[in-house]
Nanobody, 120 residues
Framework: QVQLVESGGGLVQPGGSLRLSCAAS????????MGWYRQTPGKQRELVAD???????NFADSVKGRFTISRDTAKNTVYLQMNSLKPDDTAVYYC??????????????WGQGTQVTVSS
């Protein structure tokens, strides 16, 4: 069982910054890819950014150059630094973690979501 605890959402003005954190805890053998997705009402959840154990990163085109993603492997924590925020970035942001349990079975877990609102 893996628990994900997210923090860092909130209200920010256009052009501002926020940093999201997601810490994984529980019983698991390893964590592979850690990432962030976002969703707005009536739309599908979309990948914002992810990072694997080797540090390879993927970003949605809409956030390239503005968002960065990093992880602290020892703390099983992933961070999303969001700069130059735009109203279109308003969404519920979800942490996602893919890993393996002690039976080497793959799992994928989601956080509870944190609201990010960009508005003046």
């Amino acid at each position: 069982q893996v628990q994900l605890v997210e923090s860092g959402g909130g209200l920010v003005q256009p052009g501002g910054s926020l940093r999201l954190s997601c810490a994984a805890s529980g019983s698991f053998f390893s964590i592979g890819v850690m990432g962030w997705y976002r969703q707005t009402p009536g739309k599908q959840r979309e990948l914002v950014a992810d990072i694997d154990r080797a540090g390879n990163r993927n970003f949605a085109d809409s956030v390239k150059g503005r968002f960065t993603i990093s992880r602290d492997t020892a703390k099983n924590t992933v961070y999303l630094q969001m700069n130059s925020l735009k109203p279109d970035d308003t969404a519920v942001y979800y942490c996602n973690v893919v890993g393996a349990d002690y039976g080497l079975e793959r799992f994928a877990s989601w956080g509870q979501g944190t609201q990010v609102t960009v508005s003046s």
